[in-house]
């Protein structure tokens, strides 16, 4: 059963950075596609990034491009998201989530963090 937890979250005002990390535990993680996704109060869990299993393959929700950087390293059973340029429009509890081997843009994960509260202040 694969573990995901989120750290680094908190209150940045707008134009500053922050960067998230999710700890992997319970799998292999070179076995799973990574994801981030948020939600914000009454709105739908939106797409934020995906990483594909080994790294070589990301993408990210319009929102975000040009602003987020997902990244993963392996050998820590530990993927990244870091934010910078933020916005109030990005506050939202961030969650990681895991998806046995192949990467999608969908909420199609099988397992998922419990998320950690990103707030942008204006």
């Known amino acids: 059963q694969v573990q995901l937890v989120e750290s680094g979250g908190g209150l940045v005002q707008a134009g500053g950075s922050l960067r998230l990390s999710c700890a992997v535990s319970?799998?292999?993680?070179?076995?799973?596609?990574m994801g981030w996704f948020r939600q914000a109060p009454g709105k739908e869990r939106e797409f934020v990034a995906a990483?594909?299993?080994?790294?070589?393959?990301?993408y990210y929700g319009d929102s975000v491009k040009g602003r987020f950087t997902i990244a993963r390293d392996n050998a820590k059973n530990t993927v990244y998201l870091q934010m910078n340029s933020l916005k109030p429009e990005d506050t939202a509890v961030y969650y990681c989530?895991?998806?046995?081997?192949?990467?999608?843009?969908?909420?199609?994960?099988?397992?998922w963090g419990q998320g950690t509260q990103v707030s942008v202040s204006s």
């Open positions: 989530a895991a998806r046995w081997l192949a990467i999608v843009t969908t909420t199609a994960y099988d397992y």
């Open positions: 319970g799998g292999t993680p070179s076995n799973y596609a």
């Open positions: 990483i594909s299993r080994y790294g070589r393959s990301t």
